[in-house]
């Protein structure tokens, strides 16, 4: 193993068949990873040349470009001046703290794999000892090199500290497994595991598949922690071909063609229920306009009767017209 300071550190101590108790071995590895990590940050500060990519990073030369330009429009507007003096302060500070070599906090979509010590960097966004040990491991089982913020290699994306709202993974690999390193320190208490089974079910109930990795695995066998990754990683890729081969049978032809035909028949029986339906309520509707005139002309009927019965004259009158018209 090779420490952020470029020196050798031989690991044959953590090597889990030499005759050195877990206990001392984890001492050492814990030492080893402290010291390393005070240095990461003097690594990526040290003195060195100004280079262009430098000045790149921090946008000088873009805004050295406003900076002028602003200088230019304060003489139409004075106010402008104002905006060109802090544009002034700020490039100062900036290219001081480039000059003399000062580190700044750098995501890791600025890391690319020309710069000289990116894996340094990447080692930095790592929590703990076990986290460090695993990414060692999957960087060298898969080549991976960082692109955009991630590792990329054989067949595998890894992605580290992704905030998934409102937590934060320690590792995602393939967009859709999620990787937890978990120490027995606080990751074994019952509180410890009611938690972590809540956050496993959110992240499963938004489509990510989740591992647990405990953290003795990638500090004393990588090989096997490597492994159960590769095989959840295999099952997820199985899912995903079962998925995409039932969304392409769904899309096939004779599928769609079938799926239309039983859409229009079933349309076309719907349609006929309707029509059925919107007949016999006008029937029925009908049929109740009938009996309601019926009833309404034989009540009419009896008043006028009542009323011959209870006026002679107008009986007559009535009996005379009913002769003359028939």
């Given at each position: 193993m090779r420490s952020s300071t470029g020196h050798n550190f031989h690991c044959d101590h953590f090597h889990p068949n030499k005759n050195v108790d877990v206990l001392s071995r984890k001492k050492m590895f814990l030492f080893h990873w402290h010291w390393q990590h005070a240095t990461v940050e003097k690594t990526i500060s040290s003195d060195r040349p100004l280079k262009l990519k430098d000045l790149r990073r921090d946008n000088i030369p873009l805004r050295t470009g406003i900076f002028l330009a602003s200088i230019a429009v304060g003489f139409a507007f004075p106010l402008a001046f104002l905006f060109s003096a802090v544009m002034a302060f700020a490039l100062y500070s900036d290219l001081v703290s480039i000059a003399r070599g000062e580190s700044r906090p750098i995501s890791l979509e600025d890391i690319s794999v020309e710069d000289d010590n990116w894996l340094e960097r990447f080692h930095a966004a790592c929590e703990s000892p076990a986290e460090k040990?695993?990414?060692?491991a999957m960087i060298s089982r898969h080549s991976l090199t960082p692109s955009r913020g991630q590792l990329t290699g054989s067949g595998v994306k890894l992605e580290l500290q992704v905030p998934i709202y409102p937590y934060r993974l320690d590792f995602l690999a393939n967009e859709r497994l999620v990787i937890e390193i978990d120490g027995a320190a606080y990751h074994s208490s019952a509180e410890a595991i009611e938690r972590d089974t809540k956050r496993d079910q959110y992240l499963h109930s938004k489509g990510y598949q989740v591992l647990r990795i405990p953290a003795k695995h990638p500090l004393f066998k990588p090989d096997f922690a490597i492994?159960?990754?590769?095989?959840?990683?295999?099952?997820?890729?199985?899912?995903?071909?079962?998925?995409?081969?039932?969304?392409?049978?769904?899309?096939?032809?004779?599928?769609?063609?079938?799926?239309?035909?039983?859409?229009?028949?079933?349309?076309?029986?719907?349609?006929?229920?309707?029509?059925?339906?919107?007949?016999?309520?006008?029937?029925?509707?009908?049929?109740?306009?009938?009996?309601?005139?019926?009833?309404?002309?034989?009540?009419?009927?009896?008043?006028?009767?009542?009323?011959?019965?209870?006026?002679?004259?107008?009986?007559?009158?009535?009996?005379?017209?009913?002769?003359?018209?028939?």
């Open positions: 040990a695993f990414l060692d492994s159960l990754v590769e095989d959840a990683i295999e099952d997820l890729n199985r899912a995903n071909a079962h998925r995409t081969a039932k969304i392409k049978e769904n899309l096939h032809p004779t599928s769609v063609w079938y799926a239309a035909k039983k859409g229009l028949s079933d349309f076309s029986d719907g349609l006929s229920k309707v029509t059925a339906e919107v007949h016999r309520k006008a029937e029925e509707q009908k049929e109740k306009d009938r009996i309601a005139v019926e009833m309404e002309t034989e009540r009419r009927m009896k008043a006028i009767q009542e009323e011959l019965d209870a006026d002679e004259e107008l009986r007559e009158i009535f009996e005379k017209l009913e002769r003359e018209f028939k």
